[in-house]
């Protein structure tokens, strides 16, 4: 499985951002998906997932402002980012599970000017 994350860019605080990353090479029904991220000099960090089901899960540092969503028949998924904060800056990598094995994409940079 190829993970292809796109949307990433600068913006003000306070503004949006839609990330959305698509998986290919899918043999196996891809079951959680998700977001993690990683600001310069941390750990990475997880951010939000989305089961098959469509149950989604956020860190406490994202809730209210960030919303996950999946098209499942399309393996994509979503990252609607609203009233987005300096501390939001990172490398933001999709993640996808296959109940066989963990996927990782390759990040795409989200930088939030104060």
């Known amino acids: 499985v190829q993970l292809q994350a796109s949307g990433g860019g600068l913006v003000q605080a306070g503004g949006s951002l839609r990330l959305s990353c698509v998986a290919s090479?899918?043999?196996?029904?891809?079951?959680?998906m998700g977001w993690y991220r990683q600001a310069p000099g941390k750990q990475r960090e997880w951010v939000t997932t989305v089961s098959r089901g469509g149950s989604t899960s956020y860190a406490d540092s994202v809730k209210g402002r960030f919303a996950i969503s999946r098209d499942t028949a399309k393996n994509t998924v979503y990252l609607q980012m609203s009233s987005l904060k300096p501390e939001d800056t990172a490398i933001y990598y999709c993640?996808?599970?296959?109940?066989?094995?963990?996927?990782w994409g390759q990040g795409t940079q989200v930088t939030v000017s104060s």
């Open positions: 993640n996808a599970d296959d109940l066989r094995a963990n996927y």
């Open positions: 090479g899918v043999i196996f029904p891809i079951n959680l």
